[in-house]
């Protein structure tokens, strides 16, 4: 892990030391996508004081240029941390939460974009009325690039405008991130506890975040979308994990996360479920030929103690409640 440093990056700093919150975006070849990004945050009906804090993880297109010309035309707004070589998804969002200075930081990607003009006013309005809640979201509308119409909203319906706990999301329901908003000085008092995110997956972010976050504390999940996922297809040329990646390599990565999480965190956690979904998309890919017999058991035998000595169960678990979701949702 690289935390930020001027070895590893340069930051373009902003002219204040106190916002009400932390816009924290992570980008890498994102010239394409940044703008619809901050179009969004700046059609944001708001009294509040925002910062748009950026990691540039050391794009290959013109990401940087974007980047620095918006910080040179609002040096208050933005704080842009350009990365010198590509550090990963987590590495990059750690350092921008390190470098956040707001009461509360809320989490967009590069590729992502907000939909609801309502968002950023109502979260932090959530979040300064409801003290025990450490975070607050909204649903998502998955779009793929270059459509507008979404071919799906997540999470499940019947989880819009609930209560969001760990023992929820490792019974498999998930919680949006790119949306997220939560209390900055949780971060700020636990970035050790943070730190787990990057030691356990350095390129899936999503993977850990959520868990980490809710061991703190729960989530409420507004009870309409507000957000956009951007969705690619394999030929549509996109670099995102999932859409560069095999089927195999996604889940190999999401499972060794998964020990890797479970080790760190003094292996208190019950990821039967989490590990049984991965086992389920596994499966599902080997019948439609997308991983190979090979692949498949090499990720089954990839599976850390004591979940090995129970694969048939978690197995059935996941398969369970993949099936759940599909219905549900």
């Known amino acids: 892990m690289e935390l930020l440093n001027k070895e590893t990056s340069v930051v373009l700093d902003n002219d204040s030391e106190r916002y009400d919150v932390s816009i924290c975006i992570v980008a890498y070849n994102a010239e394409k996508y940044i703008n619809d990004a901050i179009s969004g945050i700046f059609l944001q009906k708001t009294t509040l004081d925002y910062e748009i804090v950026i ?29 010198k070589k590509n550090l990963g998804l987590s590495s990059n969002m750690f350092n921008v939460l390190e470098r956040a200075k707001g009461k509360y930081a809320i989490i967009l990607y590069g590729d992502d974009y907000w939909i609801d003009d309502s968002l950023l006013q109502s979260q932090f309005e ?26 799906r909203t997540g999470p499940a319906r019947f989880l819009w405008g609930k209560r969001m706990t760990l023992n929820m999301y490792l019974k498999g329901y998930n919680l949006p991130m790119a949306g997220v908003m939560f209390r900055h000085k949780m971060f700020v008092d636990n970035s050790d506890h943070f730190f787990k995110m990057v030691e356990s997956c350095n390129s899936i972010d999503d993977i ?21 996922y951007r969705c690619f297809k394999k030929e549509s040329g996109a670099n995102n994990f999932n859409s560069v990646n095999t089927n195999y390599r996604i889940n190999m990565r999401t499972v060794q996360g998964f020990n890797n999480l479970y080790n760190l965190t003094d292996r208190k956690l019950d990821l ?42 978690i197995w059935f678990l996941g398969m369970v409640k993949k099936i759940e979701l599909a219905v549900r949702g």
Do not use: Q
């Not at 540039?56 to 704080?79: G, P, Q, Y």
């Not at 080997?286 to 694969?311: D, F, Q, S, W």
């Open 55 to 83: 990691g540039e993880d050391c794009s290959k297109d013109s990401t940087a240029d974007i980047l620095r010309s918006m910080w040179e035309k609002d040096k208050h707004r933005f704080s842009i941390i350009l990365n």
């Open 272 to 313: 039967s479920i989490r590990y049984g979904l991965a086992l389920a998309s596994s499966f599902n890919s080997l019948l439609h030929n997308r991983t190979t017999k090979k692949e498949y058991k090499e990720i089954v035998n990839a599976i850390g103690e004591p979940y090995r000595r129970h694969l048939y169960k």
């Open 208 to 228: 850990t975040f959520p868990i980490l976050l809710l061991m703190l504390g729960d989530a409420y999940i507004i009870d309409k979308p507000m957000g956009a």
């Open 126 to 151: 959530f979040l300064e009325n409801n003290h025990n809640y450490i975070a607050v979201t909204s649903p998502l509308k998955f779009i793929y690039d270059g459509e507008t119409d979404a071919f």
